[in-house]
Protein backbone atom coordinates (compact mmCIF):
# COMPACT_ATOMS: atom_id res chain seq x y z
CA UNK A 1 0.00 0.00 0.00
CA UNK A 2 3.00 2.31 1.08
CA UNK A 3 4.44 1.55 -2.42
CA UNK A 4 1.43 2.68 -4.59
CA UNK A 5 1.02 5.68 -2.40
CA UNK A 6 4.46 6.97 -3.39
CA UNK A 7 4.05 5.38 -7.17
CA UNK A 8 0.94 7.83 -7.52
CA UNK A 9 2.56 10.94 -5.47
CA UNK A 10 5.55 10.55 -8.17
CA UNK A 11 3.29 10.60 -11.17
CA UNK A 12 1.89 13.27 -9.63
CA UNK A 13 4.84 14.71 -9.25
CA UNK A 14 6.16 14.13 -12.84
CA UNK A 15 2.38 15.60 -14.42
CA UNK A 16 3.02 19.11 -12.64
CA UNK A 17 6.81 18.95 -14.05
CA UNK A 18 5.65 18.44 -17.44
CA UNK A 19 3.25 20.96 -17.01
CA UNK A 20 5.76 23.58 -15.97
CA UNK A 21 4.13 23.72 -12.56
CA UNK A 22 6.91 22.51 -10.35
CA UNK A 23 11.00 21.79 -10.04
CA UNK A 24 12.18 19.78 -12.63
CA UNK A 25 13.49 15.63 -11.29
CA UNK A 26 17.10 16.77 -11.72
CA UNK A 27 16.08 19.76 -9.55
CA UNK A 28 14.31 18.00 -6.65
CA UNK A 29 17.71 14.87 -7.23
CA UNK A 30 19.80 18.26 -6.54
CA UNK A 31 18.38 19.17 -3.24
CA UNK A 32 20.68 17.85 -0.40
CA UNK A 33 19.09 17.30 2.84
CA UNK A 34 21.22 14.10 4.00
CA UNK A 35 21.61 14.41 8.13
CA UNK A 36 24.64 14.83 9.47
CA UNK A 37 26.31 11.82 11.17
CA UNK A 38 27.03 12.93 14.95
CA UNK A 39 26.35 9.74 16.94
CA UNK A 40 23.19 11.79 18.60
CA UNK A 41 20.59 10.38 16.15
CA UNK A 42 19.75 7.21 14.43
CA UNK A 43 19.77 8.86 10.67
CA UNK A 44 18.57 6.64 7.95
CA UNK A 45 16.58 7.97 4.50
CA UNK A 46 13.20 9.01 3.65
CA UNK A 47 12.70 6.54 1.08
CA UNK A 48 13.75 3.59 3.60
CA UNK A 49 11.32 5.05 6.07
CA UNK A 50 8.12 5.00 3.58
CA UNK A 51 8.67 8.87 2.94
CA UNK A 52 8.49 9.54 -0.91
CA UNK A 53 12.40 11.47 -1.31
CA UNK A 54 10.88 13.92 -4.02
CA UNK A 55 8.03 15.51 -1.22
CA UNK A 56 11.26 16.02 0.92
CA UNK A 57 13.65 17.42 -1.76
CA UNK A 58 10.35 19.87 -2.67
CA UNK A 59 9.97 20.86 1.29
CA UNK A 60 13.84 21.57 1.86
CA UNK A 61 13.40 23.94 -1.80
CA UNK A 62 10.48 25.37 -0.53
CA UNK A 63 12.58 26.21 2.56
CA UNK A 64 15.27 27.89 1.31
CA UNK A 65 12.87 30.89 -0.18
CA UNK A 66 11.47 31.15 3.53
CA UNK A 67 13.23 34.52 4.83
CA UNK A 68 14.14 33.79 8.38
CA UNK A 69 14.17 29.97 8.70
CA UNK A 70 17.59 28.35 10.10
CA UNK A 71 16.71 24.70 10.31
CA UNK A 72 14.47 22.22 9.10
CA UNK A 73 14.61 18.59 10.61
CA UNK A 74 11.92 15.19 9.36
CA UNK A 75 12.33 12.65 11.96
CA UNK A 76 9.90 9.38 10.29
CA UNK A 77 10.15 6.02 12.73
CA UNK A 78 12.51 7.81 15.17
CA UNK A 79 15.21 7.62 12.60
CA UNK A 80 16.55 11.39 11.24
CA UNK A 81 16.07 11.20 7.72
CA UNK A 82 16.09 14.89 6.60
CA UNK A 83 18.28 18.27 7.79
CA UNK A 84 19.43 21.31 7.11
CA UNK A 85 20.78 24.87 8.09
CA UNK A 86 19.55 28.33 6.53
CA UNK A 87 20.68 31.87 7.03
CA UNK A 88 23.32 31.03 9.46
CA UNK A 89 21.87 28.29 11.64
CA UNK A 90 23.64 25.45 12.20
CA UNK A 91 23.79 22.03 14.36
CA UNK A 92 25.18 23.48 17.45
CA UNK A 93 22.89 26.61 17.29
CA UNK A 94 21.34 26.99 20.41
CA UNK A 95 18.00 29.13 19.17
CA UNK A 96 15.38 30.55 20.81
CA UNK A 97 11.91 28.67 21.17
CA UNK A 98 9.57 31.72 22.57
CA UNK A 99 6.40 30.28 23.04
CA UNK A 100 7.38 26.91 22.19
CA UNK A 101 8.53 26.85 25.51
CA UNK A 102 5.08 26.95 27.19
CA UNK A 103 4.82 22.79 25.75
CA UNK A 104 7.49 22.28 28.41
CA UNK A 105 5.89 23.78 30.64
CA UNK A 106 2.90 21.53 30.13
CA UNK A 107 5.13 18.46 30.47
CA UNK A 108 6.18 19.82 33.40
CA UNK A 109 3.22 20.08 35.00
CA UNK A 110 2.63 15.87 34.16
CA UNK A 111 5.10 14.89 36.07
CA UNK A 112 5.00 16.91 38.90
CA UNK A 113 1.55 15.21 39.26
CA UNK A 114 3.46 11.75 38.49
CA UNK A 115 5.76 13.08 41.46
CA UNK A 116 3.38 13.67 43.96
CA UNK A 117 4.14 17.74 44.13
CA UNK A 118 0.91 18.30 42.53
CA UNK A 119 -2.34 16.18 43.05
CA UNK A 120 -4.51 16.96 40.31
CA UNK A 121 -4.92 19.54 37.61
CA UNK A 122 -8.22 20.67 39.31
CA UNK A 123 -5.87 22.53 42.29
CA UNK A 124 -6.54 26.04 42.33
CA UNK A 125 -4.56 28.75 41.21
CA UNK A 126 -4.95 30.56 44.22
CA UNK A 127 -3.99 27.92 46.47
CA UNK A 128 -0.01 28.38 45.49
CA UNK A 129 -0.01 32.08 46.04
CA UNK A 130 -1.22 32.41 49.53
CA UNK A 131 0.72 35.79 50.16
CA UNK A 132 -1.85 37.14 47.10
CA UNK A 133 -4.93 35.91 48.71
CA UNK A 134 -6.07 39.82 50.54
CA UNK A 135 -5.67 40.91 47.53
CA UNK A 136 -7.88 39.34 45.38
CA UNK A 137 -10.45 41.48 44.56
CA UNK A 138 -12.31 39.34 41.88
CA UNK A 139 -13.37 36.28 43.72
CA UNK A 140 -13.38 34.31 39.95
CA UNK A 141 -9.84 34.19 40.57
CA UNK A 142 -10.04 31.96 43.43
CA UNK A 143 -11.68 29.21 41.49
CA UNK A 144 -9.33 29.33 38.70
CA UNK A 145 -7.53 25.86 38.11
CA UNK A 146 -3.87 24.49 36.58
CA UNK A 147 -6.30 22.93 34.34
CA UNK A 148 -7.72 26.00 32.81
CA UNK A 149 -4.31 27.38 32.95
CA UNK A 150 -3.06 25.23 30.73
CA UNK A 151 -6.26 25.17 28.52
CA UNK A 152 -5.81 29.45 28.00
CA UNK A 153 -9.32 29.28 29.62
CA UNK A 154 -8.46 31.14 33.10
CA UNK A 155 -9.76 34.41 31.63
CA UNK A 156 -6.78 35.96 31.11
CA UNK A 157 -6.53 38.19 28.16
CA UNK A 158 -4.35 37.90 25.23
CA UNK A 159 -1.26 40.22 26.09
CA UNK A 160 -1.16 41.55 22.21
CA UNK A 161 -4.89 43.25 22.68
CA UNK A 162 -3.67 45.88 24.23
CA UNK A 163 -0.56 48.46 24.24
CA UNK A 164 -0.75 47.98 27.98
CA UNK A 165 -0.29 44.20 28.47
CA UNK A 166 1.85 44.33 25.34
CA UNK A 167 4.07 46.00 27.48
CA UNK A 168 3.30 44.07 30.48
CA UNK A 169 4.79 41.46 28.48
CA UNK A 170 7.96 42.58 27.56
CA UNK A 171 8.77 44.17 30.91
CA UNK A 172 8.57 41.04 32.41
CA UNK A 173 5.93 39.13 34.26
CA UNK A 174 5.75 39.00 38.84
CA UNK A 175 3.23 36.63 40.54
CA UNK A 176 1.44 39.58 41.55
CA UNK A 177 0.13 40.48 37.47
CA UNK A 178 -2.25 37.11 38.38
CA UNK A 179 -3.53 40.22 40.73
CA UNK A 180 -2.96 42.99 38.98
CA UNK A 181 -4.39 41.76 35.24
CA UNK A 182 -8.26 41.72 34.72
CA UNK A 183 -10.15 38.60 33.57
CA UNK A 184 -11.83 39.36 30.55
CA UNK A 185 -14.12 35.74 30.85
CA UNK A 186 -15.22 33.77 33.59
CA UNK A 187 -12.93 30.69 34.06
CA UNK A 188 -13.44 28.39 32.11
CA UNK A 189 -16.26 29.72 29.78
CA UNK A 190 -13.86 30.83 26.82
CA UNK A 191 -10.16 31.02 25.13
CA UNK A 192 -7.58 33.41 25.18
CA UNK A 193 -4.30 32.80 24.55
CA UNK A 194 -2.29 34.01 27.48
CA UNK A 195 1.63 33.82 28.07
CA UNK A 196 0.73 35.18 31.52
CA UNK A 197 -1.44 31.88 32.27
CA UNK A 198 1.44 29.27 30.67
CA UNK A 199 3.92 31.57 33.55
CA UNK A 200 1.98 31.02 36.47
CA UNK A 201 1.48 27.30 35.55
CA UNK A 202 5.34 27.19 35.72
CA UNK A 203 5.47 28.99 38.97
CA UNK A 204 2.88 26.34 40.19
CA UNK A 205 5.17 23.55 39.54
CA UNK A 206 8.85 25.36 40.96
CA UNK A 207 6.34 26.32 43.90
CA UNK A 208 4.73 22.94 44.48
CA UNK A 209 8.08 20.62 44.32
CA UNK A 210 10.18 23.22 46.62
CA UNK A 211 12.25 24.00 43.61
CA UNK A 212 13.18 25.83 40.45
CA UNK A 213 11.43 25.37 37.30
CA UNK A 214 14.63 24.80 35.57
CA UNK A 215 15.97 22.29 38.14
CA UNK A 216 12.54 20.42 38.24
CA UNK A 217 12.94 19.77 33.94
CA UNK A 218 16.68 19.32 34.27
CA UNK A 219 16.17 16.57 36.73
CA UNK A 220 13.43 14.87 35.10
CA UNK A 221 13.34 15.74 31.22
CA UNK A 222 16.16 17.41 30.20
CA UNK A 223 18.62 14.86 31.74
CA UNK A 224 16.58 12.03 30.79
CA UNK A 225 16.35 13.19 27.43
CA UNK A 226 20.13 13.79 27.23
CA UNK A 227 19.61 17.28 25.74
CA UNK A 228 21.44 20.44 26.99
CA UNK A 229 19.23 23.86 27.43
CA UNK A 230 21.06 26.77 26.65
CA UNK A 231 19.96 30.13 28.13
CA UNK A 232 16.33 30.72 30.03
CA UNK A 233 15.43 34.26 30.87
CA UNK A 234 13.78 34.61 34.59
CA UNK A 235 11.28 37.22 35.24
CA UNK A 236 11.71 40.15 38.01
CA UNK A 237 11.27 37.80 40.49
CA UNK A 238 13.76 34.84 39.67
CA UNK A 239 11.14 32.59 38.17
CA UNK A 240 12.31 31.19 34.96
CA UNK A 241 9.79 32.17 32.36
CA UNK A 242 7.01 29.42 31.91
CA UNK A 243 5.87 30.63 28.79
CA UNK A 244 8.74 31.51 26.73
CA UNK A 245 12.64 32.15 26.43
CA UNK A 246 13.92 28.88 26.62
CA UNK A 247 17.20 27.91 23.79
CA UNK A 248 17.73 24.91 22.29
CA UNK A 249 19.19 23.32 19.37
CA UNK A 250 16.96 21.68 16.61
CA UNK A 251 18.12 18.45 17.22
CA UNK A 252 17.11 18.57 20.92
CA UNK A 253 14.02 20.02 20.29
CA UNK A 254 13.49 17.28 17.81
CA UNK A 255 13.81 14.78 21.03
CA UNK A 256 11.62 16.45 22.65
CA UNK A 257 8.50 15.86 19.96
CA UNK A 258 9.43 12.16 19.58
CA UNK A 259 8.89 11.49 23.03
CA UNK A 260 5.22 13.12 22.87
CA UNK A 261 5.13 10.92 19.22
CA UNK A 262 5.88 7.81 21.68
CA UNK A 263 3.27 8.02 24.24
CA UNK A 264 6.10 10.03 26.88
CA UNK A 265 8.38 7.34 26.63
CA UNK A 266 12.33 7.74 25.30
CA UNK A 267 14.71 4.94 25.10
CA UNK A 268 12.69 3.00 26.92
CA UNK A 269 12.03 4.96 29.64
CA UNK A 270 8.80 6.88 30.66
CA UNK A 271 9.79 10.22 31.07
CA UNK A 272 6.73 11.95 30.50
CA UNK A 273 2.89 10.05 31.79
CA UNK A 274 1.26 8.38 28.55
CA UNK A 275 -1.91 9.90 30.36
CA UNK A 276 -0.34 12.86 30.38
CA UNK A 277 0.44 13.19 26.96
CA UNK A 278 -2.90 11.98 25.67
CA UNK A 279 -4.73 14.65 27.80
CA UNK A 280 -2.26 16.93 26.25
CA UNK A 281 -2.95 16.52 22.87
CA UNK A 282 -6.48 17.11 22.87
CA UNK A 283 -8.21 19.48 21.74
CA UNK A 284 -10.18 21.66 24.22
CA UNK A 285 -10.69 25.02 21.95
CA UNK A 286 -11.88 24.77 18.21
CA UNK A 287 -10.92 27.60 16.13
CA UNK A 288 -8.48 29.14 18.43
CA UNK A 289 -6.75 30.81 16.13
CA UNK A 290 -9.08 33.36 14.42
CA UNK A 291 -6.11 35.07 12.05
CA UNK A 292 -5.71 33.62 8.43
CA UNK A 293 -2.43 31.51 8.26
CA UNK A 294 -2.66 29.74 5.10
CA UNK A 295 -4.78 27.41 2.40
CA UNK A 296 -3.44 24.46 4.92
CA UNK A 297 -3.77 26.31 8.12
CA UNK A 298 -7.53 26.74 9.29
CA UNK A 299 -8.79 24.75 11.56
CA UNK A 300 -6.19 25.40 14.83
CA UNK A 301 -7.22 24.03 17.71
CA UNK A 302 -5.46 24.01 21.82
CA UNK A 303 -4.91 21.68 24.07
CA UNK A 304 -2.46 21.84 27.17
CA UNK A 305 -0.38 24.30 25.60
CA UNK A 306 0.10 22.28 22.60
CA UNK A 307 -1.70 23.75 19.59
CA UNK A 308 -3.25 21.23 16.80
CA UNK A 309 -4.23 22.02 13.00
CA UNK A 310 -5.53 19.56 9.85
CA UNK A 311 -3.23 19.68 7.01
CA UNK A 312 -4.54 17.74 3.82
CA UNK A 313 -5.24 13.76 5.25
CA UNK A 314 -3.49 14.58 8.89
CA UNK A 315 -4.03 15.92 11.83
CA UNK A 316 -1.59 17.05 13.88
CA UNK A 317 -0.05 18.23 16.86
CA UNK A 318 2.77 21.26 17.29
CA UNK A 319 4.22 23.54 19.76
CA UNK A 320 4.65 27.14 18.27
CA UNK A 321 6.96 29.99 19.08
CA UNK A 322 6.65 33.60 17.58
CA UNK A 323 8.95 33.66 14.47
CA UNK A 324 7.88 30.52 13.38
CA UNK A 325 9.18 28.08 16.39
CA UNK A 326 7.79 24.57 15.52
CA UNK A 327 7.86 20.91 16.91
CA UNK A 328 5.14 19.42 14.89
CA UNK A 329 4.02 16.14 15.39
CA UNK A 330 2.35 13.63 12.89
CA UNK A 331 1.19 10.80 15.06
CA UNK A 332 -0.34 8.74 12.04
CA UNK A 333 2.63 9.17 10.47
CA UNK A 334 5.23 8.56 13.02
CA UNK A 335 6.60 11.67 12.19
CA UNK A 336 8.08 15.11 13.75
CA UNK A 337 8.82 18.14 11.76
CA UNK A 338 11.39 20.70 13.49
CA UNK A 339 11.68 24.36 12.29
CA UNK A 340 13.33 26.94 13.82
CA UNK A 341 13.64 30.52 12.75
CA UNK A 342 14.79 34.15 13.64
CA UNK A 343 12.57 34.43 16.79
CA UNK A 344 11.50 38.19 15.79
CA UNK A 345 11.77 39.49 19.47
CA UNK A 346 10.26 42.49 20.30
CA UNK A 347 8.96 42.57 16.41
CA UNK A 348 4.95 42.50 16.06
CA UNK A 349 2.58 43.85 13.23
CA UNK A 350 2.08 42.80 9.73
CA UNK A 351 5.94 42.46 8.54
CA UNK A 352 6.98 39.80 11.26
CA UNK A 353 3.85 38.17 10.96
CA UNK A 354 4.05 37.39 6.85
CA UNK A 355 7.13 36.38 7.52
CA UNK A 356 6.12 33.81 10.69
CA UNK A 357 3.61 32.77 8.83
CA UNK A 358 6.46 31.56 5.61
CA UNK A 359 7.33 29.20 8.61
CA UNK A 360 4.26 27.90 9.54
CA UNK A 361 2.92 27.27 6.10
CA UNK A 362 6.16 25.34 4.63
CA UNK A 363 5.32 22.53 7.47
CA UNK A 364 1.80 22.58 6.97
CA UNK A 365 1.58 22.65 3.40
CA UNK A 366 4.34 19.57 3.59
CA UNK A 367 2.13 17.39 5.64
CA UNK A 368 -1.06 18.12 3.23
CA UNK A 369 1.27 16.98 0.41
CA UNK A 370 1.88 13.51 2.21
CA UNK A 371 -0.48 11.06 0.80
CA UNK A 372 -3.19 9.08 3.07
CA UNK A 373 -2.78 5.95 4.82
Not at 271 to 284: C, G, H, M, N, R
Request: some cysteine.
Amino acid sequence: MKFKSLLITSTILILFVLAGCGPSAAELAAVDYTPQERGDWEVSTPEAQGLDPDLVAQLYLNATEVETIRSLLVIKNGYLVAEDYFHGGGIDEKDRLQSATKSYTSAAVGIAIEEGCLTSVDQKMMEFFPELAARINDPRKNEITIQELLQMRAGYPWEESSAEMFELLYHGFESSNLVDVPLVYDPGTDFDYSSLSAHLAGIIVARACDTDLKSFEQEHLFEPLGVEIGEWITDWEGNYNGHGDMYFTARDMAKFGLLYLDDGVYEGEQIVPADWVEESLQTYTEDAWDYRIGRNMKEIGYGYQWWSNTAGSYRYNFAWGHGGQQIAIVDDLDMVVVVTADPLFGEHGDRPWKLEKQNLNLVADFIASLPGE
